[in-house]
């Protein structure tokens, strides 16, 4: 699914009006997108006491709809409509619909009433995506009463969340909460990353109209099972060990076998038919599952990655000569490779067109970049886009909402995880996740390793559903994946 800017969203606005459906048509649409969602959450919605809070903007226009839709229809058991602005400053659809209200004899606030403050559910439609810099005067003061004045109810934002910017991380001023969000066309950047997406509530998506080919060539995207279900889809009944691919775990120095030993088992779990861990722990990491193949590092990495798919570098590997020498032997291997941990600093350059998939955690992005964490935090989708573009890697940014960057300059987004995944171990997990699905799908890399942060996230989230945030350790996401597997393989259209 496509994310757009704020700009991109304006953009397809324009081209969709001029390709004939008027921006009150849009706007009317949008009024009943919201209109079938609070009739499905909040039913019977005759029952609730509603307040409208409106702007001068098109954001106020989608909220006028609103409140012509409730007063002609449904008749609730109170409704204030409320118009944070002067009538005679609106503009365009937005005064249309404000003449619409006063034809269908709804009464309209220019302040918000007493007898308002026990609304059982509020409409925010005061700023919307176009709001350039922090909301000022009575805009303001409306977030205010939002965030404060309405103690019993559930409030609702138009599109996005008041005074909450669009594309930007941090609000430059103050921004209304929600417990719903409901939005056209796409996402916007804020709806999907944090902090801001931790203060929209339920995302609920609504189409107007606007034709999806006007934005397929945004350069956003959040991560959703409809992207790669078919990998996931039944195995062909003659499908073998080697119909799956072979993946190399290489890592596990000593006091950290169980790095290389749980990547091992994530590979088996996501799929590979094969997996083989080199290692300076030969005995410990056969230890933990005779379902694992070793082989001593000394071997050599070119030799190891004979007749392998895929190549996973990192996990409890530890530092020193033999770990310089190995990654010096990875930039000439032609299979796929992911780096991870002890092994994102010093790989060369790969030969061209070959696949390397580099999965930092942002501390380890820092040391990459030589920008500080909470430079790349602040700007996680620009520090994911920047290095994939300049090395030429899928990288996977770990954190709240992972960002997985391509050369091409596409960033994905995923939506799935909890903080239950912040535990020692569940990054050896997802490299090992990467390099079970690259083996099984070698030709199809941005759609695997999508499909593992996906996957692992959502087995995190399942896991803490069953044993709690805190008691989630990393090799529990073994028992759960099958469980987010089966979900995304039943559900392709769940976001």
């Given amino acids: 699914m496509k994310i757009l800017t704020a700009a991109e969203m304006r953009e397809v606005d324009r081209r969709t009006i001029e390709s004939g459906i008027p921006g009150l048509v849009l706007m009317e649409n949008a009024g009943h997108r919201v209109m079938e969602f609070l009739e499905r959450r909040f039913a019977p919605l005759a029952a609730q006491r509603i307040v409208v809070l409106c702007g001068k903007g ?4 989608d909220g006028m709809v609103i409140a012509r839709q409730l007063h002609t229809r449904l008749r609730p058991a109170a409704l204030h409509v409320v118009l944070l602005a002067a009538p005679e400053t609106l503009q365009g659809d937005a005064a249309a619909n404000y003449r619409m209200l006063a034809v269908c004899n709804c009464p309209v606030w220019r302040e918000i009433p007493d007898g308002a403050r026990c609304a059982t559910l509020l409409i925010d439609a005061l700023l919307g995506t176009g709001l350039s810099g922090p909301a000022r005067g009575a805009m303001l003061e409306g977030i205010r009463e939002i965030n404060d004045g309405f103690p019993l109810a559930k409030v609702v934002a138009i599109d996005i969340p008041s005074g909450m910017p669009s594309d930007t991380g941090e609000a430059a001023g103050e921004f209304a909460r929600a417990d719903a969000t409901v939005t056209f066309t796409s996402p916007k950047i804020a709806h999907a990353m944090p902090p801001n997406c931790d203060h929209i509530g339920e995302l609920v ?3 107007v109209g606007s034709p999806p080919s006007l934005y397929e060539g945004a350069r956003h995207s959040l991560v959703e099972p409809a992207m790669f279900a078919d990998l996931l889809a039944p195995r062909p009944r003659g499908g073998h060990k080697g119909t799956f ?4 775990i290489v890592g596990g120095s000593r006091g950290k076998s169980g790095a290389a030993a ?3 088992m994530a590979a088996l779990r996501a799929g590979a038919g094969l997996v083989t861990v080199a290692t300076s722990a030969l005995a410990e ?8 193949m070793t082989a001593p590092l000394d071997e050599g990495l070119t030799a190891l990655a004979k007749q392998k798919t895929v190549v996973a570098i990192g996990p409890g590997l530890g530092h020193g000569n033999e770990v310089a020498g190995i990654l010096a032997e990875a930039g000439g291997l032609d299979q796929p490779v992911v780096l991870d941990a002890d092994a994102l600093m010093g790989a060369p350059k790969a030969p061209a067109g070959a696949v390397r998939v580099m999965t930092p955690h942002p501390g380890e992005m820092s040391r990459l970049t030589g920008r500080t964490t909470a430079e790349v935090q602040a700007d996680r989708i620009g520090a994911a886009r920047s290095y994939a573009s300049e090395h030429r890697v899928i990288l996977v940014l770990k954190g709240q909402r992972t960002v997985i960057g391509f050369p091409d300059g596409q960033v994905w ?8 995944l912040g535990t020692g171990g569940t990054g050896d997990v997802l490299t090992g996740m990467i390099a079970g699905l690259l083996a099984q799908f070698p030709g ?14 959502l087995a995190g989230e399942i896991g803490a559903r069953a044993v709690g945030e805190k008691s989630l350790i990393a090799t529990d996401l073994f028992d759960y994946l099958p469980d987010a597997m089966e979900d995304c393989a039943a559900a392709p259209d769940h976001v």
């Fill in 444 to 457: 199809r890399p941005g759609e695997a390793v999508a499909a593992a942060v996906y996957l692992h996230g």
């Fill in 58 to 61: 098109n954001n106020g226009g």
């Fill in 245 to 248: 691919g072979h993946a190399l």
């Fill in 285 to 292: 990491v056969s230890g933990h599952s005779p379902a694992l």
């Fill in 262 to 264: 749980m990547s091992g």
């Fill in 205 to 207: 998506m609504g189409a």
């Fill in 413 to 420: 987004i995923n939506p799935t995880g909890t903080p239950a």
